[in-house]
Structures are given as structure tokens and as C-alpha cells.
């Protein structure tokens, strides 16, 4: 129960009409969406989580958080930065329930301009739980005038709280005007589905499927970029701050990548993968060099802090630049120091969820070992090459000593993503398309292991 003085300090806004767009498995809603038309146009919140209120510098939650950095989502568990009573709880913005937010509220005309913009500290009150594709669905039937497959789907939402419906309409053609408006200004859109898997209930893999972005995971993107953005801009310079910052590519891997386009352009989604592979890392860092892929001068993470300690430090830092005016004790060296522990973190956590989605795509494959499937290369190396199934995704080797005939000698050229073969004019390049068998998995190691069926030969278009 929140104690009313505490309710007092804050920018009451429970009556205002406010909800949630998640996963359909999530249980920790950091971030919350409120809407009301206002004589000006739009008057849009995005309300994020206030774990600082809950969780204190120095104190034993503090240091663990900082010690993990953040929540780790493997195929099937999450190990989540806080105590589950606070991110699953305490902080996680439920439908129905009052909550402690820190907010960015923006008042936007029609065409997504920012009119003005408000960081203060919330209370809210969620009217509504969505999953993405419930979400699209009330999208999509806006677009198409169809009727919902649920009945009340607006949750009995009447009176003076907006619609539901009405709410998510604007908001999407709010989002596609600032997701246009960052793709005009160089902004990176290559978007890639999630892996999912469906367990049984002894937690073996019995399907593999894909989650594709929609309107509402852009909606939500968007208006959480936004955000972050706007709190980034709003500390100004000269103070040390917590960026998300993103170097420019690797210039020779991005012509490497450009150059292969002109040469295969068929392969569209090769081509993506280089691009992607010539990107920088995405770090924290106090020293603000913008951020590449979303095309911003300044960038910082804010809408995540149940699963991100980076978003918490920037909770503590707009308390004392914007809302409080207390001074920062820590020295930026310090707060470098931070920044980069976080870094390495996220990467830990990333390696971490790769590696546990090829154990589970092993162990998904032990039952298919023997069958022939089509797939493409997607990865060429010194010892041999990666090739990725078409409708799983999976991904597993053929090694250099099962291609080609025997005493065939086949050498790597890695400016051109392929192997040659020294005798005949033959290659095998990234993006080929290539039928295999599945020989073998290692579910401990996450590898599997292909053979070609029935090669042809594939003329070597440079000879």
C-alpha cells in the first residue's frame, strides 16, 4: 500500500486513462502508455517503473542489482535483476493497482511534434493489460473497420477515459509519423524475428516459431525512443550522465557488405547480416558520441529499469539534475567505471541467451537427426561453413573435410565470404542456397553438425 504522503508529492494521474502493451508471457510492466486528447492536440505519457524509489544507493538490493546489471532471459527461465517481489510486484504497473512511476509527459500536435514535454515523478493507475497481438488486433480493426473476435475488449472503458480503441489508433499513426521521421534522418530498420519455443512440461522444445515486429511493437518502441531521447537531451551538457551511445560501423566491413549487395542482390538477407556484423557495439558511457543506429545526437536507456541497472542510474541522476537540483557526489571516472561494468554485463547476458537458444535448438533437432532440409549459408569460415535451416532457423556446420569430393582442396576467401575450391571452378558463398542432412547434435555444446546432400557443382562467378 502506498502511504498518501507519498502520493501527495506526485503528479496524480490515475484518472487518467493508462495502459500496458507486453509480451504475453511478461510479468515485470515497467512501462506504461497514458492518452487524453488536450486543447493542443494530444497529451501522451510514457510512464516507466520508479524502482528508485524502492531501491536505494548503498543499500544490499542495490549492490546485487549492480552486481548482475541486468536480467538474463533464457529460453526457459528469467533471472531477473531485483527480487521478484519488486520487479514482478511492487514495481510491475498492473492493471488496477496504483503505482510509483517517473514520467516523461509530452503534448503532441497531429504530425508527432513535440510541443512540450513535462519529467516528473507519478502516480498512475493502469485501466488496461494488452498483449502485443491484442494490441494489433484492436489496431488492425481500426484500420479495417472489422469487428474485434472478443466482446468488451475495451475493458468496459467508458465515460470520460478515452477509448481504448480510439487511444490506439492515434497513437500508431503518432508512432509511424516519428518512426518515418528517424528513417528520413538515417535511422538503421533492420528488424529481425524473435526465436520462441514451445515447451512440454519436462522443458524439452517441441516447436520452434517466430515472432514478427508489428504496429504495436513499433507503437511502443517509438514512444519508449522518445523518451529516452528526451531525458537524454534534457540533462544538457556539461554534467555527467549515463548515454547509450553507438560508434559508427566498421568502414571497410560496411563497403565489404555494400559491395556484396551490388554483386548478389537477390541475397537481401545476407546482405542484412553484414550490415549487421559491421555495426559497433551499443555500450553506456559518459561521453556522448550519439548513437549511430537510431540516428540521435543524444540517446540514454530510461524505460527499463526493473531489468536494466543503467536505466536506475538514470533515475537517480534526473531526480538530482531536473527534479531536485541536489548535486551529484560521484565523479564521472566513477561513473565510467559504471557504465562500463554494465557494458560488460549486457554482453555476459547476451552470450548467455545465445548460447541457451542453440542448446535448446539442439536439443529441438535430436529428433529430426537424418532428415534432409533445406536451408542457406550464413556463415563461411577457415573450417568450414555455417548453414542455416529455412524453416527452423537452426544453425549448424558442415565441416571442410565433408565438402566437395575427395581431394578436393578448398580454400577461404574472406574478403568474399566464400570457400573456392583449388581444383575446378567451384565456391560455396554466404547466402547460397544448399540442401543438408542433420548428422549429429550436441545439446551440451549447442552445435550441430550437417552434411551436404546430393552437391552440385556451383561455378565460381570471380573465376
Known sequence: MIEEKEILRRRDM????????????????????SFQEVEEGFQIGVHIADVSFYVRPGTKIDEDAYKRGTSVYLVDRVLPMLPEELCNDKCSLRPGEDKLCMSVIFTMDADARVL?????????????????????????ANQ??????????NG?????????????????????????????????????????????????PTEIY??????????????????????????????????????????????NAKQFQKRFPQLRNAYDLLTIRAQAKAVYSTYNIGHYGLAFTHYTHFTSPIRRYPDLMVHRLVDKYILTGKKETMTREQMEEMCEHCSACEQEAAQAERDSIKMFQAMWITSHVGEILPGHISGVTDFGLFVQLDESRCEGLVHITKIGAQ??????????????????KKAYTLGDPVVVQVVRADVNKGQIDFEFVAEEPIIDQKS
Open 14 to 33: 490515475r484518472e487518467t486513462f493508462t495502459f500496458t502493451i507486453d509480451p504475453a508471457d511478461a510479468k515485470d510492466f515497467d512501462d506504461a502508455i
Open 116 to 140: 512540450k514535454y513535462k519529467i516528473c515523478r507519478t502516480v498512475i493507475r493502469s485501466d488496461a493489460r494488452l498483449n502485443y497481438d491484442e494490441a494489433q488486433e484492436i489496431i488492425m
Open 144 to 153: 479495417t473497420g472489422e469487428t474485434l473476435s472478443r466482446e468488451n475488449r
Open 156 to 204: 468496459g472503458i467508458t465515460g470520460e477515459k478515452a477509448s481504448l480503441k480510439q487511444a490506439l489508433a492515434t497513437l500508431n499513426a503518432l508512432a509511424g509519423k516519428l518512426r518515418a521521421e528517424r528513417i528520413a534522418n538515417g535511422a538503421l530498420t533492420i528488424e529481425q524475428d524473435e526465436m520462441r519455443f514451445r515447451l512440454d512440461k519436462n522443458g524439452f
Open 210 to 255: 517466430f515472432e514478427q515486429p508489428n504496429e504495436a511493437h513499433h507503437l511502443i518502441e517509438e514512444f519508449m525512443l522518445l523518451a529516452n531521447r528526451t531525458v537524454a537531451k534534457a540533462v544538457g551538457s556539461g554534467r555527467p550522465f549515463v548515454y547509450r551511445v553507438h560508434d559508427l560501423p566498421d568502414g571497410e566491413k560496411l563497403e
Open 407 to 424: 581431394g578436393e582442396y578448398w580454400q577461404y576467401d574472406e574478403k568474399n565470404y566464400r570457400l573456392v575450391c583449388e581444383h575446378g
